[in-house]
T-cell receptor, first 110, second 120 residues
Framework: RKEVEQDPGPFNVPEGATVAFNCTYS??????FFWYRQDCRKEPKLLMS???SGNEDGRFTAQLNRASQYISLLIRDSKLSDSATYLC???????????FGTGTRLQVTL | GAVVSQHPSRVICKSGTSVKIECRSL??????MFWYRQFPKQSLMLMAT?????????EQGVEKDKFLINHASLTLSTLTVTSAHPEDSSFYIC????????????????FGPGTRLTVL
């Protein structure tokens, strides 16, 4: 079983749509959680951290459920520029490393 | 935010040659640098963690004699792929952390732009 699992997609949505991505992680010792964005052939860039209380940054809302080991990302009012691969990333403190999911590809169309 | 550079951005080489990739933190001192590899349609996989002045810690399955890592200063780490073969063709990405990351789970890792290696 992969340490971090995501639906690979692609998710094809029209501009203005709301889209949700899910992620599950297997290591219960995971301490911190993030969503990164990766454009084609580029490095990943931090989109937002994910907190247990849930957090929002503009059109982006992230949720964490530690009991279910589940993380989500909601994007409202999708823009063409949101087209990218979204990576669910977990920090395991005991291993001192980030573990990346394979990513979910989003394509926003006109 | 902090800037991390990598050089070269792209390299094409013949099988059997060695390739050196540099990772530099431009405006901060990086106690810890991480080297990742990403194959097409796959996730980033951590190869090794290097701390300035000490030997790198390699992930399981990564050959330390093939992937030589040197972290000689707080702003520079290098990855040398020795005797590269076509199966080593990949996207190599480094990241740097100012605080080491050990026990500080919210340390930010700043990623370099990556190096695309193609071995013919």
């Amino acid at each position: 079983r992969k340490e971090v699992e995501q639906d690979p997609g692609p998710f094809n949505v029209p501009e203005g749509a709301t889209v949700a991505f899910n992620c599950t992680y297997s290591n219960s010792a995971s301490q911190s959680f993030f969503w990164y964005r990766q454009d084609c052939r580029k490095e990943p860039k931090l989109l937002m951290s994910v907190y247990s209380s849930g957090n929002e940054d503009g059109r982006f809302t992230a949720q964490l459920n530690r009991a279910s080991q589940y993380i989500s990302l909601l994007i409202r009012d999708s823009k063409l520029s949101d087209s990218a691969t979204y990576l669910c990333v977990v920090w395991v403190g005991t291993a001192s490393k980030l573990t990346f999911g394979t990513g979910t590809r989003l394509q926003v169309t006109l | 935010g902090a800037v991390v550079s990598q050089h070269p951005s792209r390299v094409i080489c013949k099988s059997g040659t060695s390739v050196k990739i540099e990772c530099r933190s431009l405006d901060f001192q990086a106690t810890t640098m991480f080297w990742y590899r990403q194959f097409p349609k796959q996730s980033l996989m951590l190869m090794a963690t290097s701390n300035e002045g000490s030997k790198a810690t390699y992930e399981q399955g990564v050959e330390k004699d093939k992937f030589l890592i040197n972290h000689a200063s707080l702003t520079l780490s290098t990855l040398t792929v020795t005797s590269a073969h076509p199966e080593d063709s990949s996207f190599y990405i480094c990241s740097a952390s100012a605080s080491g990351g050990v026990g500080a789970s919210t340390d930010t890792q700043y990623f370099g732009p990556g190096t695309r290696l193609t071995v013919l």
